[in-house]
T-cell receptor, first 115, second 110 residues
């Protein structure tokens, strides 16, 4: 079946621009997560959605980062006034319930490059 | 603060067993040991998890020491496609987020 998909796969933008990264979770998964992975490091948690609401956004680095999931399915990560330090791979994952020992299924990521 | 310690890298021969160690000396009684791997240009993939008993599935085996302070992931017959970064993660039942460290870069050589 279809896994988690993310678009675009690559995004190059200029410093100061606004970008949107999209995540399509596995159908029926109520939990959705965003992680960020810098070169040579493991993924770092950004935000967790349970349904339409952000249950934990403690990993968002600052107020330039925002994410939505209006219908409890597709999610968009939005970055305003991008900075070179935002360059990374942004990973999305989904899981069935977000509770217990739910397995998280990851997408391939969006590689963001800020020039 | 890192909850797990893994070697930075290791090589193994194709067709041989690969044994990946992980130290988690501060693990709590309600925390599980999880393993994920990340093949180049892909997202992390779940491999296996365990609490205190050894576990086996179609991908790997997980051996957890009796004191639970360390564990070993075993890939029984490594193939070139097993080349990846392997992450050992300690996770409590209530943890919805995964805390990845730097992992072990495993290179399987022909």
């Amino acid at each position: 079946g279809a896994g988690v998909s993310q678009t675009p796969s690559n995004k190059v933008t200029e410093k100061g621009k606004y970008v949107e990264l999209r995540c399509d979770p596995i159908s029926g998964h109520t939990a959705l997560y965003w992680y960020r992975q810098s070169l040579g490091q493991g993924p770092e948690f950004l935000i967790y959605f349970q349904g339409t609401g952000a249950a934990d956004d403690s990993g968002l680095p600052n107020d330039r980062f925002f994410a939505v999931r209006p219908e409890g399915s597709v999610s968009t990560l939005k970055i305003q006034r991008t900075e070179r330090g935002d360059s990374a791979v942004y990973l999305c994952a989904s899981s069935l319930t977000g509770q217990g020992l739910d397995e998280q299924f990851f997408g391939p990521g969006t590689r963001l490059t800020v020039l | 603060d890192a909850k797990t310690t893994q070697p930075t890298s290791m090589d193994c021969a194709e067709g041989r067993a690969a044994n990946l160690p992980c130290n988690h000396s501060t693990i709590s009684g309600n925390e599980y040991v999880y393993w994920y791997r990340q093949i180049h240009s892909q997202g992390p993939q779940y491999i296996i998890h365990g609490l205190k008993n050894n576990e086996t599935n179609e991908m790997a085996s997980l051996i957890i020491t009796e004191d639970r302070k360390s564990s070993t992931l075993i890939l029984p017959h490594a193939t070139l496609r097993d080349t990846a970064v392997y992450y050992c993660i300690v996770r409590a039942l209530a943890d919805y987020k995964l805390s990845f460290g730097a992992g072990t870069t495993v290179t399987v050589r022909a």
